[in-house]
């Protein structure tokens, strides 16, 4: 049987998983970007065009970002509290 996972160990978790994937998400778009204004899409696109494109899901990934920091911070609080609770 496994053992129990406690809320503490669930938000590190989520926390850990939303940065990775925001970290992944800024960097591939933020590459496709530096590939888009320098390659040949000027015909096709303009530049604002991709840009335009590209704004909600480095929005989404911003948001990612901050939620997995602030889920891993109020991991890291609860625990702390429950190892050292406050004196009554």
Known sequence: MGAAVTEGDLLEQA???LILFASIALVTLL???FLAMFSYVEPYYSIPQVVDG??????????ALIV???A????KI???????????
Do not use: E, M
């Open 15 to 17: 926390g850990k998983t």
């Open 31 to 33: 590459a496709f970007l």
């Open 54 to 63: 590209l704004v909600p899901a480095v929005a989404l990934s911003v948001v």
């Open 68 to 70: 997995g920091t602030v």
């Open 72 to 75: 891993l911070v109020a991991s």
């Open 78 to 88: 609860t625990s702390v509290t429950k190892i050292n609770p406050p004196p009554q």
